[in-house]
């Protein structure tokens, strides 16, 4: 069994450019939630995708956006990149049939920062 | 809005010393209930969880969580901690058949060896 993968590692961005961080869901999983997780915080909410469409959205504004595809790998792109976006951003993936579909595995994330 | 509340963001405790954190959180309907770990250098792992039934759940390395309805609580024990125990651990709830889990904001467990 695959775990949850995530790409890249570490990035390092400036102020105003646009950033796509990749996921690859654990094998037989089909829904995706990002979040975000800044420094001494949990992680917060960012959105969900199940079958390719957003399933719902935490409180984010519009540059933060998704995609799901047909193998139910990931994207998150954030435009227009704020000082604030530097966190760690960790995408989970579960099986959204199942009973126990709450139950998510997280990804090692992808470190952000922007100067 | 729901919201969780982990009442001690750091903890310090010797070896075989007896642990229990404590989560709180405001919703009023049904919900699923998690607590996560984070070891150093490492991602996160479900340490265990609670769906329904019996409101006594055990999970790996020897953790066990009580969910207390009338409370809203979901607190974290272990009788014996061990120095690799040492970890940020996280309380999470979602309601049932939501898609938003909200996280509380961390315990870091220290143990002294």
């Known amino acids: 069994e695959t775990g949850v993968t995530q790409s890249p590692t570490h990035l390092i961005k400036t102020r105003g450019q646009q950033v796509t961080l990749r996921c690859s869901s654990q094998s037989g999983h089909n829904t995706v939630s990002w979040y975000q997780q800044a420094l001494g915080q949990g992680p917060q909410f960012i959105f969900q995708?199940?079958?390719?469409?957003?399933?719902g959205r935490g409180n984010f504004p519009p540059r933060f956006s998704g995609l799901q595809f047909p193998n139910y790998s990931s994207e998150l792109n954030v435009n227009a990149l704020e000082l604030d976006d530097s966190a760690l951003y960790l995408c989970?993936?579960?099986?959204?049939?199942?009973?126990?579909?709450?139950?998510?595995?997280f990804g090692p994330g992808t470190r952000l920062t922007v100067l | 809005a729901q919201s969780v509340s982990q009442h001690n963001h750091h903890v310090i405790l010797s070896e075989a010393a007896s642990l229990e954190l404590g989560c709180n959180y405001s919703?009023?309907?049904?919900?699923?209930l998690f607590w996560y770990v984070q070891y150093p250098g490492q991602h996160l792992q479900l340490l265990l969880k609670y769906f329904s039934g019996d409101p006594l759940v055990k999970g790996i390395k020897g953790f066990e969580a009580e969910f207390i309805k009338s409370k809203f609580s979901f607190n974290l024990r272990k009788p014996s901690v061990q120095w690799s125990d040492t970890a940020e651990y996280f309380c999470a709830v979602i309601n049932t058949g939501g898609f938003k889990t909200i996280f509380g904001a961390g315990t870091r467990l220290f143990v002294k060896a």
């Open positions: 989970a993936s579960s099986q959204h049939d199942s009973i126990s579909y709450n139950e998510q595995f």
């Open positions: 919703y009023g309907g049904t919900v699923n």
């Open positions: 995708y199940y079958r390719e469409e957003e399933n």
